[in-house]
């Protein structure tokens, strides 16, 4: 282990627990906004205590979101001097006008919205939590904008005197189609990820028979959002392989483990490779697929590692350019296999709410508290095949992670860190599934005994008087 690989590791793991929050995060607000959209509608409490209910469950995920998040900025200065010097002038403009466009507006609508029930209108306390879900998609946008950067960098020139990137062309960046993709990629994600919570923990109510005039809308609402959810993951992600094989060919050839240029390529069900990774043993191969897959045609070239290394080597100089496959390999196929489990999951869901929740399906729904984790294994997996398969590039074609590492760091420098962090992560991770286990099963009363709702609705303009 070398202070590059623990760095890697390092940031690796912070940023996989961080994103057992963010995707709950994003989807969850839209679905509490929904119901609180319902509520003010209709007046009918059981959208009140539909959105009390998992609006609770959503604070204590962003409360934990945010914690973990901050860690994740400290590093780009802290382990990755290099990266932070070369696209500071790219990358923290975005990572700025994240801070001060998206997370403000969403930390203070969440606040109106917490503590403004009974305290000002309801249709400003309906405006606060709209705003708060616009906040995080636009915090989305921002920050998948600047991963798409990474993965293909556009609108920017190298500065010769410096030899830092300088953004020259902001629209260029804002409509880079890698980071548009990413972002649909993780919206799609996020309204998954928050679309099982929703049908596994309003199956264990209706399978108790509890409070169904609650969990039956919400787990129809999931079921639905779970459709279309998980039919977007895989669409996204076929585009997504497509836009590989035009800016990079590499991480294409490594996920499907094409050694050899092939035309036209075949689509590799399985393949066994020996202990470098990077040469095959076995595989079972699909003819044509492939080619049909990266370019909707049977007869398109799909290039090889092998090829793809020579060409490399000739166009950056010497070096090893071909990720370790491994890792690139079977997180894709576990994020595919899983997106194919939560549609059909999803569909069943949806199919016994329309048949009128017949017993003899109804009883079938014990399966699905147990579907709750499957989205966030299928997020990991995707950002696992997304990062390491441009290795060893950590901004493809311009900076590699070798040159991205600070110089003064040391072994037990990052080993302390590493260790650290993993505990507190860990402990973090621990006490949000305990907190959200222990707050879904204490039913929707419960959430509205504990919410800040005491006052009277009061004018606006009172309340600035009152504080003059």
Not at 38 to 64: A, C, D, H, I, P
Not at 246 to 269: C, D, G, N, R
Request: hydrophobic share 50%.
């Amino acid at each position: 282990m070398d202070v590059i690989t623990l760095s890697r590791i390092q940031f690796g793991v912070t940023t996989a627990f961080h994103f057992l929050f963010v995707p709950l995060t994003l989807g969850l607000v839209w679905f509490v906004a929904i119901m609180q959209t319902l509520y003010y509608r209709t007046g009918q409490e059981r959208y009140r205590r539909m959105s009390k209910f998992w609006g609770k469950l959503f604070l204590v995920n962003f409360g934990m979101g945010v914690a973990t998040g901050i860690v994740q900025e400290f590093q780009f200065g802290m382990n990755w001097s290099g990266y932070s010097r070369f696209v500071g002038d790219v990358f923290g403009a975005l990572l700025a006008i994240e801070t001060m466009m998206a997370f403000f507006l969403e930390s203070v609508f969440i606040g109106i919205w917490i503590f403004g029930e009974g305290r000002v209108p309801k249709r400003v306390h309906l405006l606060s939590i709209w705003m708060a879900a616009v906040g995080s998609l636009l915090s989305s946008v921002w920050i998948l904008l600047a991963n798409g950067w990474m993965q293909h960098p556009v609108g920017h020139i190298i500065n010769p005197l410096t030899g830092r990137a300088e953004l020259v062309d902001f629209l260029a960046l804002v409509t880079n189609p890698k980071g548009w993709l990413l972002f649909w990629h993780a919206l799609s994600a996020g309204f998954a990820t928050s679309a099982f919570l929703l049908l596994g923990v309003s199956a264990w109510y209706i399978l108790r028979k509890q409070e169904l005039d609650v969990f039956k809308p919400s787990f129809t609402m999931g079921a639905i959002a779970g459709v279309i959810a998980s039919f977007s993951l895989l669409m996204t992600g076929h585009t997504q392989g497509q836009e590989m094989r035009l800016y990079q060919p590499m991480k294409l050839a490594a996920v499907e483990a094409i050694w050899e240029t092939e035309q036209p390529a075949s689509f590799s069900l399985l393949t066994i490779g020996d202990l470098s990774g990077k040469r095959e043993v076995w595989s079972i191969r699909i003819p044509y697929l492939m080619s049909f897959l990266a370019c909707n045609n049977f007869s398109c070239e799909v290039k090889g590692v092998h090829d793809l290394q020579a060409e490399y080597e000739a166009r950056f100089g010497p070096g090893d350019y071909i990720p370790l496959m491994v890792f690139t390999y079977w997180s894709f196929r576990a994020m595919v296999g899983i997106s194919f489990l939560l549609l059909a999951a999803s569909a069943f869901g949806l199919w016994v709410a329309m048949r009128g929740w017949p017993v003899r399906l109804t009883k079938w729904l014990r399966w699905m508290p147990y579907t709750i984790p499957m989205p966030f294994a299928a997020g990991i997996a995707g950002w696992l095949t997304t990062e390491m398969g441009r290795q060893p590039w950590v901004v493809q074609g311009l900076l590699t992670t070798a040159q991205a590492i600070s110089p003064n760091l040391t072994i037990l420098d990052v080993s302390i860190s590493l260790v650290g962090f993993t505990l507190v992560y860990s402990a973090l991770a621990v006490v949000m599934v305990t907190l959200m286990w222990r707050f879904a099963r204490q039913g929707t009363e419960a959430a509205l005994s504990k919410s800040v709702d005491v006052a009277e609705a009061v004018p606006l303009g009172s309340l600035v008087g009152a504080q003059d």
